[in-house]
């Protein structure tokens, strides 16, 4: 059975950390695309960071370059993001995806489907 768990998500101050895994059960996650997207209230939902499967590229959406970084443990078949200088604006729920594509200038999803997210809330 195919499965994606999220956590890591919080409640932080402005300037704060956290990381989120997304742990994957059921197939090989390297073999994919991975990557975190995020809504916040009465805002669309949007591509944050991705992890390709070629040579491991990845892809920022650009109001998080340089703080937030997404990495993977292939042997724990897990995704990371690590969020650093977190800012108000980052306060969203927070999606694991194993259905994207794209490059570092893009990144989209093949189907619509979505898990529980994990909510982060930054605070000022």
């Known amino acids: 059975q195919v499965q994606l768990v999220e956590s890591g998500g919080g409640s932080v101050q402005a300037g704060g950390s956290l990381r989120l895994s997304c742990a994957s059960s059921g197939y090989v996650q390297e073999l994919y695309c991975m990557g975190w997207y995020r809504q916040g209230i009465g805002e669309e939902r949007e591509g944050v960071a991705a992890?390709?499967?070629?040579?491991?590229?990845?892809y920022y959406t650009d109001s998080v370059k340089g703080r937030f970084t997404i990495s993977r443990e292939n042997d724990k078949n897990t995704v990371y993001l690590q969020m650093n200088n977190l800012k108000p604006e980052d306060t969203a729920m927070y999606y694991c995806v194993d259905d994207c594509y794209g490059s570092r200038y893009y990144l989209a999803r093949r189907t619509n489907v979505w898990g529980q997210g994990t909510q982060v809330t930054v605070s000022s």
């Open positions: 992890i390709f499967t070629s040579g491991d590229s990845t």
